[in-house]
């Protein structure tokens, strides 16, 4: 996004989608998208945590107008036809007419008929070349579905990558009038009277066996691809070997091919898809609105591991089984210059360090994701942001103190029925650089500052006369003695994500030398990082929240009791904290437990 473009708000557009959130909770959450790509966002039912991340993705695709169409051009893609049969959508693939393939690949040189023996049975047969491809992408599985069920005899232009497809040309050995092979008896070879021949029989063939990977568009689906051509084996009516082949069924049978006029001297593909048979007019794909850079993908009660997010290698397809959240992962991949949003609804349904462990690793260290059954692994791309939703029940489960380190915990509150229905919230925009905000990959290094770098950036800012550096570090110290010995105490990491985090808001609000404004965003961090961890019993933690109540307080020397303290602004350093120190603390007093997400 450039800095120099006129930006819309977000905040005037959630208004306009008919959504009011408090414009603090929205600048945390835009801040903390700048310090981790990793939130976690909580509160009851209702209050819009899943929908703000939607919006916000589509806010930012309507904003910076990437919704550019596709063109697939001459000499690129080359047309042919897709049936929306069965096999269509739930494998996913087809055989495909040879006719779509011809003017670019010459199959039909791949054509020969021959006498053979199978086991000294003499018989007459033909060789024909069958072309497959498989694709990856589960909506465009879904958009097949949906056509079958409409008419399963539908035909649909499907574009090919004709550059990709060339990589299947392959070296031959010519034959010597003979070829000399071994096949397993089945019930196609004895009811059908044929064969796919072995992966040796490609050492006659000009192709490489295996799988060649494309790239295919249907309508407004693109999707990665796989391409493979089989020799086909058929044998002309012949009662004596087909008894032959059921009496010997599952046993390897010898075939010899006799075959003289094998010869690809004059196989030339012409993989220029202008001389395709069908000249592929420029055609322009719209954006699909439906499928923006975003991914909602509701968490199951049952997960354990991470398959259900990044996908599995499935043997008996021998193709990697893809899911919605890998291929918005993969397609971030390709698209580094605009962020993507993988939206995890329910997060805590299922213990989420089980399904999610390799994420939070990969998110600190950098280091790819092994994919299960694979020998491949996933790198999160930088452009990529991690949003989990939370509600609490019966259902759920708790947060580990490693999950919330790792992330800023934001608290959605209930909009009061008044506030809404009045509109009463609709007033102002945001007061800082809307530009910086609202583009989350600005300052995307952000997270690579260590505590060097960030002492350097906060020497030349001011509060009151002091260093701002040593404010905050006294102000942290007085949090991490007071949590010392309870069991949520906090280190490097969260004082350097505290850290980061001051530093986007500073230069939020244009970089001031005398930064006034500081103890706003500091405390949106005490409530999304320090607060986040506590849980317990009255006996563990009820003096732990009054005595982090009363850091809160300007006043920090009356012990006040949290739950009999009305809380006014003016009598508060940090008042959102305090105010949910005090909601703690009276729920603790209720109920002997509490916790904060609730």
């Known amino acids: ?81 897709a049936k929306t049969n069965y096999s269509s959508w739930k494998s996913m693939g087809w055989t495909v007419a040879k006719d779509d393939f011809e003017k670019i690949l010459p199959i039909r040189n791949c054509e020969v008929n021959f006498d053979l023996l199978v086991d000294d049975i003499p018989a007459e047969g033909h060789i024909d070349i069958v072309c497959q491809l498989y694709y990856s992408n589960t909506k465009l599985q879904q958009y097949f579905k ?29 034959t010597n009038g003979s070829i000399i092979l071994t096949q397993k008896a089945n019930k196609t070879a004895a009811k059908d009277r044929q064969w796919m021949l072995n992966s040796s029989f490609f050492k006659y063939l000009p192709f490489k066996n295996g799988y060649i990977n494309c790239e295919i568009m249907v309508d407004d689906f693109t999707s990665d691809a796989r391409f493979r051509v089989l020799p086909r084996f058929t044998f002309k009516n012949n009662p004596r070997l087909q008894s032959y082949l059921n009496t010997n069924m599952g046993k390897e049978v010898k075939i010899e091919l006799k075959i003289d006029n094998f010869d690809f001297e004059g196989f030339v593909p012409e993989f220029n898809c202008d001389k395709s048979k069908e000249k592929t007019e420029t055609t322009l794909l719209e954006y699909d609105k439906k499928d923006p850079r975003y991914q909602i993908v509701p968490v199951g009660a049952n997960w ?70 694979n020998n491949q692994t996933l790198k999160l791309p930088d452009n990529l942001f991690i949003i989990g939703t939370v509600n609490v029940d019966e259902t759920t489960y708790m947060f580990s103190p490693k999950v919330l380190d ?8 209930t909009v009061s029925a008044w506030n809404y229905m009045s509109s009463s919230n609709n007033s102002g ?35 009151e006369g002091d260093n701002l550096w040593d404010t905050l570090a006294m102000e942290l110290t007085a949090f991490q003695e007071t ?38 965003y500091f405390d949106a961090q005490i409530k999304q990082k320090i607060l986040p961890k506590l849980h317990g019993s009255e006996k563990a933690i009820g003096n732990v929240l009054t005595n982090l109540f009363n850091i809160c307080l300007i006043d920090r020397n009356n012990n006040e009791n949290p739950k009999n303290t009305i809380v006014n602004k003016d009598d508060c350093r940090y008042y959102t904290s305090a105010l949910k120190l005090k909601d703690m603390a009276k729920v603790l007093s209720d109920q002997r437990y509490v916790s904060f997400i609730n």
């Open 304 to 373: 354990t591991d991470n398959t259900n997010i990044v996908g599995y290698y499935n043997v008996i397809t021998e193709g990697y089984q893809s899911t919605p959240a890998y291929e918005l992962i993969k397609q971030a991949q390709k698209d580094p210059e605009n962020p993507y949003f993988l939206i995890l609804d329910e997060m805590n349904l299922s213990h989420v360090e089980r399904y999610f462990a390799d994420f939070l690793s990969a998110i600190e260290s950098g280091e790819e994701i092994p994919l299960y059954g």
């Open 429 to 463: 925009d945001f007061e800082g650089d809307i530009g910086y905000l609202q583009d989350p990959l600005r300052d995307s290094d952000i997270s690579n500052l260590n505590i060097e770098d960030l002492k350097d950036i906060f020497s030349g800012i001011t509060f």
């Open 1 to 81: 996004m450039s800095e120099n473009v006129q930006v819309g708000s977000f905040y005037k557009y959630l208004i306009d989608q008919g959504y009011y959130f408090d414009k603090e909770l929205i600048e945390n959450y835009l801040l903390s998208l700048k310090v981790k790509p990793f939130e976690i966002l909580t509160g009851n039912s209702g209050t819009g945590k899943t929908k703000l991340s939607q919006l916000f993705a589509l806010f930012l695709i309507n904003d910076v107008g990437n919704n550019s169409p596709k063109v697939i051009e001459h000499g690129k893609y080359f047309k042919v036809k």
């Open 483 to 520: 949590l010392k010995g309870s069991g949520f105490d906090f280190g490097f990491r969260v004082i350097n994500e505290i850290l980061r985090f001051m530093v986007v808001a500073w230069r939020y609000e244009n970089s001031p030398r005398e930064w006034n404004n500081w103890v706003r």
């Open 146 to 174: 949906k056509l079958y069920e409409k008419d399963d005899k539908m035909i649909v232009d499907m574009f090919v990558n004709c550059s990709d497809i060339k990589k299947i040309s392959d070296d031959y050995e010519p």
């Open 406 to 413: 790792r992330a800023n915990t934001i608290e959605f509150e």
